[in-house]
């Protein structure tokens, strides 16, 4: 019996990516300082290696003989390797908590996908291990919720600074671009209002889109946790409980209400849903999204061009420049709240990215106006 080629190279891929999975934690293992974590990467380079040998027997049963001692290290495998041995254990575990989730979501749509039983039941397995591997490196990187899901949220506040900054930014250069080509002052005015509702429009739709896309991403994670409490419960129900036991919860009462849950799928799901995958009710749709990060940006490009509407000539040039400065701080300094950096460090990099812009567009302008 011989599987057709597409289906033979997507287990060979799964084999070395056992194997390199085995490879890697043997190398964690050699450069973790700490004995209990170095005894949890030799464990689980044991079970990657196992991992091998089913790929292994099924291909070898299908046809497609591979080597007894397993696949050799891809370059990609190395090069991680490399890096995690001058950068030490703390760069390689969130690259291969990464390569563990990526294998949880490769197994499930295998196994969704797959005719063959033995295959079927090959990727069940692994899926089940490679979550628990992943639960297991996600603990001792400190992480949080399943690794295979990827969930994240704009935000209103953030929208609404970052459309804002985009604005400001871009019009900037833009008034300074047409101040630098000395124009009539009314042409000052016409290029900034074009150009504030041509990124307000831009970003908005932006926004839009991002939500929209949002939204299907959710709704492919929820899909695939529903998938998961069918076909692992036990792994699920294990997951629910140590929720539970963070939150407080007596181990064995954590358990028992996890079993109670699990008797639910629909109840499981919803707490699945939003304990582990930190998914909650929207309070915002696409088309929100869309006008809150268009009138963002509307009002951050309005900031340059608003001066011309009651100054003229240098004073206004100069108004302009100040006040457009002064913003740039002030949003890059906002920023600091969701990017961590220190709130005078981040103004002061937006001060010089304003800065950097006006430049380059006063001195393009300059140009085009003489030598076209």
Do not use: C
């Not at 969704?112 to 992943?134: N, Q």
């Not at 358990?255 to 109840?267: K, N, V």
């Amino acid at each position: 019996m011989s599987v057709d080629r597409q289906t033979l190279h997507l287990w060979l891929h799964h084999w070395q990516d056992e194997g390199d999975a085995a490879f890697l934690y043997t190398v964690l293992s050699a450069q973790e300082p700490d004995p209990r974590k170095r005894q949890i990467y030799d464990k689980l380079a044991d079970v990657e290696r196992r991992h091998t040998e089913l790929w292994a027997k099924l291909l070898g049963e299908n046809g497609h003989a591979v080597p007894a001692a397993g696949p050799r290290p891809s370059l990609n495998a190395r090069f991680m390797a490399w890096l995690g041995r001058r950068f030490g254990p703390g760069y390689l575990l969130p690259l291969l908590l990464r390569e563990e989730g990526r294998e949880v979501r490769g197994y499930m749509d295998l196994h969704k996908t797959s005719s063959g039983a033995d295959a079927r039941a090959v990727s069940l397995t692994l899926a089940k291990e490679s979550a628990e591997h992943a639960e297991t490196l996600a603990g001792l990187a400190g992480a949080s919720a399943e690794p295979w899901h990827r969930t994240g949220s704009g935000g209103f506040v953030r929208n609404v600074v970052y459309g804002f900054n985009d604005g400001l930014t871009a019009n900037f250069g833009l008034v300074a671009g047409v101040i630098g080509a000395a124009v009539a002052p009314h042409m000052i005015l016409i290029s900034g209002v074009a150009g504030m509702i041509a990124d307000a429009l831009s970003m908005g739709s932006s926004g839009y889109l991002a939500a929209k896309s949002e939204q299907e991403v959710y709704a492919h994670e929820i899909a695939m946790e529903k998938e998961e409490i069918r076909l692992m419960p036990d792994v699920e129900e294990e997951e629910i409980a140590l929720v539970y036991e963070a939150k407080g919860i007596e181990s064995a009462q954590a358990r028992q209400m996890a079993a109670e849950l699990m008797r639910d799928p629909a109840r499981a799901l919803d707490e699945q849903v939003r304990e582990e995958l930190g998914i909650a009710q929207a309070r915002s749709t696409p088309l929100k999204e869309g006008w809150v990060t268009g009138v963002a940006t509307a009002v951050g490009a309005f900031i340059p061009v608003a001066p011309f509407l009651a100054l003229h000539g240098q004073a206004a040039i100069w108004a302009a420049f100040g006040i457009a400065m002064v913003s740039h701080f002030a949003v890059g300094a906002a920023r600091s709240f969701f990017t961590g950096r220190g709130v005078i460090r981040s103004g002061v990099d937006m001060f010089v990215v304003g800065l950097g812009v006006a430049a380059v567009g006063y001195f393009v302008g300059d140009l085009v106006a003489r030598y076209l």
